[in-house]
Structure formats: C-alpha cells, structure tokens
C-alpha cells in the first residue's frame, strides 16, 4: 500500500490552522497513524485510528477520514508544531509511511 | 516509564553483518508487538521488520526480506536486528519501537532514540 502525503512542505505562521492531506492506494479502514519528528529526535505518535488523539497531545491536533483520504488539522499552530509530519497505516504487511510533510515557518 | 535503549550500531563495511540490540524497561515486555524502523540521513521513516509479542510472528519490509531477521528475548526484555549483506541502502538510523497497546493490532507508540548504522568502505 503506497501512502501518498500532500504537500511536501507548508510554509505557515504561528496562529494559523492547517491541513496536511494522506492518500492510500487502497483500503485501510481506519489503521492510520500521524506522527510528529523534530530535528533530532524520535518520533512521537499523535493520532492513531485516524481520528483518536494519543495520551497527552493537546485538543488542537484532529484527524479526520473520508474512505481513503486521511488529513491531520492543527487548529492554531503553535511554535513547537514546526516539525515533519508522517502518516503510516497499519492495516496489513508490509506497514508504510507517507513521505512526511515538513511544516516549517 | 517506558525506556527503550537501542545498541550495536556503527560503521560497517558492504557486505557485513551486524546485530542490533534494544533492551527495554518499564512495561511487560512480553505482552508487546515490537518493531524496527529506518530513516536514512535526511530521508523519511521506513517500517523494516515486526515480532508478535510471543515471538512466534515475524513479517519484513520487502527490502530487507531474506537479509534481515527480528528476534527477542523475553526474558531478558531485549529485541535483536540480526543484518546481513549490508549495502550503503541500509545506511540509516534504526528505531527501537512498542506498539502503542498489548498483544498486537497497534500503531508505533514508544520509540527509542535510534541507533546509526554507517555502510561504508
């Protein structure tokens, strides 16, 4: 299953919403995961099931599902949310990321 | 608090072999799937291979299928990456990961802080 992430890069400000799109080749169902990285470091799971928050990340990151199209929304953008993005399905084998997109200032 | 320390990376040459290793701590180790995933210097993340939390299990990304096998110790809470016939494609930093939930069907949700694996003559 090929994950198709859009755009590849957002040039945003602080305060503003946005809206990073997946695509899968095919059927998922829900098995969809976004994850956040910042230079450096691991990366950390925000949404998982395409629309449950993980323990501990804030009201401001949804996700959402329309059949095969998935989208993560940050309401506000904050200063820490500058970072790559990635969505993954883990619907069947082999599991894969999207490309990532980088949100930067 | 669940820790994850990966281990046995470095330089190796074309062609080697080397062992990762990762040793967890702060949760039952025996009741979770866990994986490895790559990322290549300035590339995105790859998912490379995966062990049911018994270790009966295993399934592998295609590019490293027949070179690479997954393997743990449960009773010493350590995961393993046997690698062989490495190539400059394998150069990446790998991740030690749990799933998110007990006995399987979760996504990646505790990582370690990676270990680099350098191919290179």
């Known amino acids: 299953i090929v994950m198709t992430q859009s755009p590849a890069t957002l040039s945003v400000s602080p305060g503003e919403r946005v809206t990073l799109s997946c695509t899968a080749s095919?059927?998922?169902?829900?098995?969809l995961a976004w994850y956040q990285q910042k230079p450096g470091q691991a990366p950390r799971l925000l949404i998982y099931?395409?629309?449950t928050r993980a323990t501990g990340i804030p009201a401001r990151f949804s996700g959402d599902r329309s059949g095969t199209e998935f989208s993560l929304t940050i309401s506000s953008l904050q200063s820490e949310d500058f970072a790559f993005y990635y969505c993954?399905?883990?619907?069947?084998?082999?599991?894969?990321f999207g490309q990532g997109t980088k949100v930067e200032i | 608090q669940v820790q994850l320390v990966e281990s046995g990376g470095g330089v190796v040459q074309p062609g080697r072999s080397l062992r990762l290793s990762c040793t967890a701590s702060g949760f039952p180790f025996n009741t979770y799937t866990m994986h490895w995933v790559r990322q290549a210097p300035g590339k995105g993340l790859e998912w490379v291979a995966s062990?049911?939390?018994?270790?009966?299990?295993?399934f592998y990304a295609d590019s490293v299928k027949g070179r690479f096998t997954i393997s743990r110790d449960n009773s010493k809470k350590t995961l393993f990456l046997q690698t062989t016939s490495l190539g400059p494609d394998d150069t990446a930093v790998y991740y030690c990961v749990r799933e998110h939930g007990d006995y399987g069907g979760w996504p990646l949700g505790s990582w370690g802080q990676g270990t680099l694996v350098t191919v290179s003559s």
């Open positions: 062990i049911h939390y018994d270790g009966r299990v295993e």
């Open positions: 099931g395409a629309v």
């Open positions: 095919q059927s998922v169902r829900v098995n």
């Open positions: 993954q399905h883990y619907n069947s084998w082999p599991w894969t």
